[in-house]
């Protein structure tokens, strides 16, 4: 199976307008990928196609709780059709705490993905978020492989030994461009937040060494600055390029700004990172 070629880097958020996806692509970016567990008609994933020629763009992720196979599959097979491999479909199996159904995620992401097998989903264009072992190693059985979120190039060395060398590998880093620390650590506190409530993500952070008291509200200073890149544009480029050297394939970058300043950041980054 061929790995899906999205690029070195690509740009990760809740959304962008065509208009910034075309912009996006001419800085070199490979692939828009866009979270916040969208529903299963990616009726927004046309026109982000149809402003660019080359420009991949991926679901960081479809929920299996909130969209059902069936659906997301027959979305899947329009985009696809009008867009050749351009789309990759990225799901997961979201939080225990927000779920009143969720079970085993093994068990759950299996059944998902039967459905998806069944409903004629190849699985070279599809991924899987995964932290901890089981599902990182699922990802490379069941899809092309693995879309890991908030982790650091250690942990990404570590599921590149699990998966092997042919599984896809696309570990999302988020990165604030000021050299302010206190500021950084501030924001990065923020898109923290919601996380820390979350068991899958504090036992990630645990396996890979952060302690009780890191991984306690706010967070420590220690955890964010291992998830959260700032400093000059040389430096966030340096450390998501750690990411590369441990195994990954493409790292998604979340550049944390608002909606109207993120093309000019992600401007800043492109020469650093080597895309332009």
Do not use: C
């Amino acid at each position: 199976m061929t790995k899906p070629d999205l690029g070195r880097y690509g740009v990760f958020g809740r959304g962008a307008t065509p208009q910034q996806a075309a912009e996006i692509e001419a800085l070199g970016y490979g692939a828009i990928w866009v979270g916040g567990s969208p529903p299963a008609a990616l009726d927004w994933v046309e026109p982000l196609l149809g402003a660019t020629e080359r420009l991949k763009v991926a679901t960081g992720i479809v929920n299996i709780w909130t969209a059902a196979a069936g659906p997301v599959a027959e979305s899947f097979h329009r985009i696809n059709t009008a867009y050749p491999g351009r789309f990759l479909l990225g799901i997961g199996v979201g939080h225990p705490e927000a779920h009143t159904e969720y079970r085993k995620p093994i068990d759950a992401l299996t059944e998902y993905l039967d459905k998806l097998d069944e409903y004629g989903v190849p699985k070279e264009h599809r991924v899987v978020a995964a932290l901890g072992p089981q599902v990182l190693k699922l990802s490379a059985r069941r899809s092309a492989g693995a879309h890991p979120y908030l982790t650091t190039p250690e942990h990404t060395e570590q599921a590149r030994e699990l998966i092997g060398p042919d599984a896809f590998l696309a570990p999302e880093h988020k990165a604030i461009l000021t050299t302010d620390a206190d500021k950084a650590r501030a924001v990065g506190r923020k898109a923290l937040e919601i996380y820390l409530n979350l068991n899958n993500y504090l036992n990630s952070w645990k396996r890979l060494g952060f302690t009780d008291s890191d991984v306690a509200k706010p967070g420590s200073d220690r955890l964010v600055d291992a998830v959260v890149a700032y400093g000059t544009v040389d430096a966030i480029a340096a450390r998501l390029k750690q990411h590369l050297d441990a195994g990954a394939d493409h790292v998604p970058v979340q550049v944390l700004t608002s909606p109207e300043n993120l093309v000019p950041a992600l401007t800043e980054l492109a020469g650093p990172l080597g895309l332009q």
